[in-house]
């Protein structure tokens, strides 16, 4: 079975800095996707970033963008040029490529904090 | 589109009773999901269907948990009876099985069993 480990239960940032989440996860799949959702108080879950495995490049998404390291199955999340309005928890999230839109599996989560 | 749409918002109800949940995915989506997050256990599968078939209910906790798909627009997930450790936040959420994109997820409904 797929396992997501987030090892941050909790991480700060300064108002307009960068911050660095940390994921790992472990698979003998080869084809796969990982994402990071955000999780504000409201408990809405927003998707934030897709990885599909296959691709070498690492995915970018505004001040949002992504570590992808395949051989150490290594997904982190980068946020630049941090917002109030980035504070939430996130999850990392890995679901296999096979047989269509399979479930999610989820790490325990990251709390970020956003200090002004 | 209006999103996945999630009924009650929230509901409190005493241990022992009946609690239906009720979820109606995006439209054109034929894989539906349910989860549910706890402070425990995190976010984790309940069950999930494609095209109205359940194909993994193996995260279903008990037998007093059962789902239904009776048709591609809506979905229930029933607790009977309740019990307080059934209290958590539960989410719907569907996804288009034919691009294999990701899942969007309802608003989820807060459950409190008193």
Redesign the interface.
Do not use: C, H, I, W
């Given at each position: 079975a797929q396992t997501v480990t987030q090892s941050q239960p909790e991480m700060s940032v300064q108002e307009a800095e960068t911050v660095t989440l940390s994921c790992t996860y472990d698979t003998s799949e080869s084809d796969y996707?990982l994402?990071w959702?955000k999780q504000p108080p409201?408990?809405?879950?927003i998707?934030v970033i897709?990885q599909e495995a296959y691709k070498q490049q690492n995915a970018t998404e505004n001040r949002f963008s992504v570590n992808f390291q395949k051989a150490a199955k290594s997904f982190s999340l980068k946020i630049s040029d941090s917002q109030l309005g980035d504070a939430a928890m996130y999850?990392c999230a890995y679901?296999s490529?096979y047989s269509?839109?399979t479930?999610?599996?989820?790490?325990?989560?990251t709390r970020l904090s956003v200090i002004a | 589109d209006a999103g996945v749409i999630q009924s009650p918002r929230h509901e409190v109800t005493e241990m022992g009773q009946e609690v239906t949940l009720r979820c109606k995915p995006i439209s054109g989506h034929?894989?539906l999901?349910w989860?549910r997050?706890t402070m425990m256990r995190?976010?984790?599968?309940l069950i999930?269907f494609?095209n109205n078939v359940p194909i993994?209910d193996s995260g279903m906790p008990e037998d007093r948990f059962s789902a239904k798909m009776p048709n591609a627009s809506f979905s229930t997930l029933k607790i009977q009876p309740s019990e307080p450790r059934d209290s958590a936040?539960y989410?719907c959420?569907s996804?288009?099985?034919d691009r294999?994109?990701?899942?969007?997820?309802g608003?989820?409904t807060?459950l409190l069993v008193l």
């Open positions: 996707y994402f959702y409201s408990r809405q879950m998707l897709r999850f679901r490529a269509g839109n479930p999610l599996v989820f790490g325990k989560g | 034929d894989y999901f989860y997050q995190g976010l984790e599968l999930y494609n993994d936040v989410f959420a996804g288009d099985g294999e994109e990701t899942q969007y997820f608003p989820g807060r």
